[in-house]
Every structure is written in C-alpha cells, then in structure tokens.
C-alpha cells in the first residue's frame, strides 16, 4: 500500500512564501513521477505541477507559472513545492500525487495523500 503524507501547510500573508512536502512511503513504483493539485471549497479540484522521476521534467499549471516550483529528493522520496507571492485564491487543500510518469499524474493520478490546507489571507 502506498502512503503519501503532505506537510507545511498553514497560514500567511499575501504576498507571502510557503513550502509544502510530501513523503512517500510503502510500495510504489520502481521509477514514478509525482504531482501536486489543490482544491478550494466549491470548487473544482485542480491540477498544480508535476515532475518527472529524474527531475529534467516539470510543468505548472498557468495559474502558478513564475510563482509555484516543484522539485524532488528522491533519496528522501520526498517532493516539494516552494510556493511564492501567493494570492488569497491560491487558498485551498494542496494534495500530493503519484503516477507512473508526468501525463499520469497530471491527468488521473495513480495515489493521492490527505491533503494539507494553506490559506492565504488578504
């Protein structure tokens, strides 16, 4: 069973910085790439950024392009996401994702974690 377990989710300011993680754990593919999406009270759940296995991969979603960036540490089966001049609408359950490579995860994901809440105030 494949475990994912996000972290550093909480409260800032507009224009603030916040860095979220997810850590991986249990049996998941030999090699995977891994993602995130978020979802806001009545509304749609979104896709936010993935990342390829070796990392020489990456995209976002056009609503966090030059804000957002993904990275990974694969000796710690950890993926992050550096999160900067956020918004009020960026607002929302940030959950992590695992898929078999990038078009996976960005368009149905293979595993999912809980969730961990960042909001932004204004």
């Known amino acids: 069973q494949v475990q994912l377990v996000e972290s550093g989710g909480g409260l800032v300011q507009a224009g603030g910085s916040l860095r979220v993680s997810c850590a991986t754990s249990?049996?998941?593919?030999?090699?995977?790439?891994m993602g995130w999406f978020r979802q806001a009270p009545g509304k749609e759940r979104e896709f936010v950024a993935a990342?390829?296995?070796?990392?020489?991969?990456?995209y976002l979603a056009e609503s966090v392009k030059g804000r957002f960036t993904i990275s990974r540490d694969n000796a710690k089966n950890t993926v992050y996401l550096q999160m900067n001049s956020l918004r009020p609408e960026d607002t929302a359950v940030y959950y992590c994702?695992?898929?078999?490579?990038?078009?996976?995860?960005?368009?149905?994901?293979?595993?999912w974690g809980q969730g961990t809440q960042v909001t932004v105030s204004s």
């Open positions: 994702v695992v898929g078999e490579n990038t078009l996976v995860v960005r368009n149905r994901p293979d595993y």
């Open positions: 249990g049996r998941t593919f030999s090699s995977y790439a």
């Open positions: 990342i390829s296995w070796s990392g020489d991969r990456s």
